[in-house]
């Protein structure tokens, strides 16, 4: 190795140490400068939200203590700022891992160009995806809009996904680099909100390792069918570890791969996940062929949809307070923990944009600002399939009905009861429909409706209908 050359690897989305083909590629070509460029000047509606900057904030505090505290933090431009550091520290080398977003490979195409005319040697890696968008094409070259097609036979018949990288030892750059100024980046506003939020979670590369090793030991065995209970250990809980790079992808799926070959039985339920990896492939490839995908209608004829402009009822939404239980529930856990389980977001969305009729682009921003996973691909793509405007899109008239959607997969209406309190002591033959309950049942448990717990803000089967009218008016 030559000390005497100095890389500088440039943290975004892959913020571990294990199986970081770019970090890697840096320290086999001599000593590290380890920088994190939080670059806000991007598209407004598309700035870190709230509860992302929240978890940003501790992960590069924790991949900070594994470089043992050689990463330094910046604001600002990254072209400026890694210019001026190629200067400063006489560095002939830059490694990234690149990103998805439209605006990202404008930039760091422009960025490539103007480093490689001063003498940077720029090199840029797949860290975040299993395959790339541009390997899973048809065979006329065209993109994939329908899932089942574009993971059986665009997925599974591209090449095997790399197997993880072995870790390599990092020796840092012997000159003093900017202190680690995380603080200055300005990501925390110091209140209680932000400390609740993060309190139940171990953020960081170990803490993602110690979720992958749970959950294949136990949540696997039933994922198949457990991922659809909320109440239920089922489902992995990586999406915010898979965004913000803390583990890779690759180790994810190749993880699962070994469990299926030491445990055959598992096969059913594991399979099942490692396709849920392929829909989180499938929303990367949209967002890279079609990048409009964050704001216009993949449908065209949704252009005309008769949206509702409903404030208070969108404020209802946000808050919990749509006097659907399960729909309360779902939108209190996200406010709670920065998280919300995969069936209630379909539940959700479905009440917002069929129900309530309020176009997606609010629900997108809402879960933005919120998810400690927002992840601009998945989540426009699963704002759009919600919709019915999206590739392979759930049909429009297909209406998830909430009580029963509740009764289903809250049979017991424990779920409701942890994060809609005020319902705790609701029998639940009425916790998810208590409108129907009669007056003494719920003087019993305490339920004053309209007062204690809110009336429901729409009909279901008025909304519904209404729904499908406004469905109808797309097909002239």
Not at 88 to 98: A, F, L, P, Q, S
Request: net charge positive; hydrophobic share 40%.
């Amino acid at each position: 190795m030559a000390f005497d050359q100095t890389s500088i690897h440039w943290f975004r989305q892959d913020l571990r140490t294990a199986d970081n083909p770019a970090l890697l590629s840096a320290a086999s070509n001599g000593r590290v400068i380890p920088v994190f460029i939080l670059d806000d000047p991007i598209p407004d509606e598309f700035q870190i939200g709230g509860a992302c900057r929240v978890w940003l904030h501790h992960s590069l505090d924790s991949l900070n203590k594994s470089l043992n505290g050689h990463l330094s933090c910046f604001r600002g431009d990254p072209e400026a700022i890694l210019e001026n550091l190629c200067k400063k520290y006489n560095v002939k080398h830059i490694t990234w891992n690149r990103v998805y977003d439209p605006w990202r490979i404008q930039q760091d195409t422009k960025l490539k160009a103007k480093l490689h005319s001063i003498g940077i040697k720029v090199q840029s890696f797949n860290g975040s995806l299993l395959w790339e968008p541009w390997e899973t094409l048809k065979a006329d070259g065209t993109p994939y809009r329908v899932f089942t097609p574009f993971y059986k036979n665009g997925c599974l018949n591209a090449n095997v996904p790399r197997t993880p990288l072995s870790a390599s030892e990092i020796y840092y750059h012997n000159e003093k680099i900017e202190p680690n100024n995380l603080n200055k980046l300005g990501l925390l506003d110091n209140q209680p909100w932000e400390t609740d939020l993060i309190s139940k979670w171990r953020v960081g590369e170990s803490g993602a390792s110690a979720k992958l090793k749970a959950f294949l030991s136990e949540g696997i065995k039933n994922y198949k069918d457990g991922r659809n209970f909320p109440a239920q250990q089922s489902v992995s809980g990586l999406s915010p570890h898979l965004r913000w790079g803390e583990i890779s992808v690759n180790t994810v799926w190749h993880s699962t791969k070994d469990q299926i070959k030491e445990h055959p039985q598992l096969g059913e339920n594991a399979n099942h996940f490692l396709t849920e990896l392929g829909w989180r492939e499938f929303s990367y490839s949209l967002l890279y062929h079609f990048p409009f995908l964050p704001t216009e209608n993949l449908n065209p004829r949704f252009g005309k949809f008769p949206w509702v402009k409903d404030q208070v009822g969108l404020k209802a939404w946000k808050s919990g307070r749509t006097g659907i239980p399960i729909v309360d529930a779902g939108m209190r856990q996200l406010w709670k923990t920065g998280y919300m389980h995969n069936r209630l977001r379909m539940i959700v969305g479905s009440f917002l944009v069929k129900n309530l009729r309020i176009h997606w682009h609010h629900g997108q921003a809402w879960f933005w600002d919120t998810l400690f996973d927002a992840d601009l691909a998945n989540n426009s793509a699963g704002w759009q399939w919600i919709a019915g405007c999206g590739a392979d899109a759930a049909p429009y008239f297909r209406i998830f009905n909430p009580v029963t959607q509740g009764l289903k997969f809250d049979p017991d209406g424990s779920f409701i009861r942890q994060f809609v309190p005020e319902l705790e002591h609701v029998p639940t033959k009425y916790i998810f429909a208590p409108w129907n309950a009669p007056q003494d049942i719920l003087a019993t448990s305490g339920v004053v409706l309209g007062e204690t717990y809110p009336n429901p803000i729409v009909d279901l089967k008025i909304s519904r209908e209404k729904a499908l009218e406004a469905f109808a008016t797309l097909k002239a």
